[in-house]
């Protein structure tokens, strides 16, 4: 059944992916990004789906969204929370306000404001729907020195979707995506030289790539739409056997094009 999904940060990295994958599955896709020309071209390379421009940080623009896609195809079924953004990594007591309150702004404060808008609206409308709030490092918990800001905000989403789960009206559903490691300048960008040797080993086993996740994670947002869900892709069984075979794989390098 053809579903109409709306991705918010749609227009590049694991988001346009994910648009891409949901488009070739004969879903009916909307994005969102707050760039003027990338989204213009986004919506080009998707085959002319609606691309808009808002900042999730405005409830608003979101609002302006959801009546956008609703007045096209009559009712949007799934709702994904993907708009992210992270901050140079430095302690806490060095990163630059402005970094701080837009890395709060974009990942809570925009995933707070896309659930008030497709929550309500999705109770309105006859069926109701599910919205996805997408997980990220820290999410579990996991602390990662340097990404102080980031870790909180993913920290307190997850709270958020929890806590969202009681409260929602029948019908309604909110779960967490959890992509695992995926390469996009999201995941590495900010290594110093000596950094990006460090880490190359350790992402090279357990990053992938848009293209491999993307259409593992458009299956399960249409077939897992429950309340309550969690999709996680990297499991810690998954972790364990792929440290395990790391001497026999292939892998490639997530820092080489």
């Known amino acids: 059944m053809t579903r109409t999904v709306v991705i918010t940060g749609g227009t590049r990295g694991l988001g346009f992916g994910l648009a891409r994958a949901l488009l070739e599955r004969g879903h009916q896709v909307v994005v969102c990004g707050t760039d003027p020309e990338r989204t213009e071209q986004a919506g080009a390379e998707l085959g002319g789906i609606m691309a808009r421009v808002a900042d999730v940080a405005d409830r608003e623009q979101l609002a302006a969204l959801w009546e956008a896609a609703t007045s096209r195809y009559g009712r949007v079924d799934v709702w994904i929370n993907n708009a992210g953004v992270s901050h140079t990594r430095e302690p806490l007591w060095r990163l630059p306000a402005e970094q701080a309150r837009r890395v709060v702004d974009v990942n809570l404060l925009g995933v707070l404001n896309g659930c008030a808008v497709a929550v309500s609206g999705m109770a309105a409308q006859e069926g109701g729907g599910h919205v996805w709030n997408m997980d990220g490092l820290g999410g579990d918990g996991r602390v990662v020195p340097g990404l102080g800001g980031y870790g909180a905000t993913k920290r307190a989403v997850a709270y958020l979707t929890t806590a969202l789960a009681k409260e929602v009206p029948d ?87």
């Open 171 to 257: 019908g309604v559903g909110v779960g967490l995506l959890s992509p695992g490691m995926v390469v996009t300048g999201l995941l590495t960008h900010g290594y110093s030289d000596a950094e990006r040797r460090r880490a190359a080993r350790v992402l090279s086993i357990l990053a992938d790539r848009v293209d491999t996740v993307a259409p593992w994670l458009a299956e399960r947002a249409i077939s897992r739409a429950r309340n309550g869900a969690r999709v996680r892709r990297l499991t810690p069984a998954k972790i364990a056997y792929r440290f395990a075979t790391a001497p026999f794989s292939r892998r490639r390098d997530v820092f080489t094009p």
